[in-house]
């Protein structure tokens, strides 16, 4: 006798059975689209969204509605999910761009916030906020804001970015600060903002786990100390001069 194993599980949306009279490779892969789609919405925190174009599918398989009813059905969602896509990107870009570039836009954007609270992207963090490397682009990090009401007592995220901005044009001997990239602005999912990923390792880690900094501890080891601490003292007179104050220099800010 053979036994079979029965799933007592509801299939997801792309696992449904479609039916035989309506299948052609055009449709079955639009038809797969729009299940994706939905199985997409579902994950995220668009559930709701999800459950009303699905009724809307079920009425048609119920009714045994045909090909073109369908058509429609996937029509309006493609065009429901492209705009909504638009409308939660959260990089500004300008009108007109072409669609190879700003697909490239909307996949990084994902990535960002793919990257958030990802352990093993994480880079550090404060009081107010994270830090993650952004997953696919290994050279770039992302500050996250994790306390908008305690950040917004001294800080306001345009205002750090823009100092950011006019400090990554300070040098002093090899010290500098990191270069910054975008910022992203976003009500629902909080600010952000991107910058280089400096290879390396702040002072705090290296004193507190030296057995993963001995190529940077040969390297600091070979330093001229009173050099460094010059350097640092003209960098940030720099930083004065240009009207930027740090307001929190220690060893877990200063990166070798």
Known sequence: MTLYYLKTTMPSMSERIRHPQRANDDFEQAERTFLDGIDRLQRSSAKELATKW????ERLL????GKDA???????FTEFTDKREKALLSIEVPD??????????KEFDRNVILSFRNASLF?????????????????MCVKFITNQAKYNENN???????????ASGL????????????????PKEG?????????GRSLSQILERPEDSLDLIRIAKGLDREQVMAELNQFVLKMHEAGITHNDLRRRNIML
Do not use: C, W
């Open 191 to 199: 600010h952000s903002f991107g910058m280089e990923k400096v290879e």
């Open 62 to 65: 119920d009714s045994r509605a």
């Open 123 to 139: 880079q550090g963090n404060g009081a107010t906020a994270e830090v993650y490397e952004v997953s696919g682009h290994p050279h």
């Open 54 to 57: 699905d009724a809307e599918y």
């Open 171 to 186: 040098r002093a001997g090899r010290v500098r600060t990191p270069v910054p990239y975008f910022l992203r602005i976003h």
């Open 96 to 105: 007109g761009l072409d669609e190879s570039v700003l697909a490239e836009i």
């Open 156 to 166: 306001h995220l345009r205002t750090e970015f823009a100092l950011l901005s006019a």
């Open 70 to 76: 369908f058509k429609d059905l996937f029509s309006r």
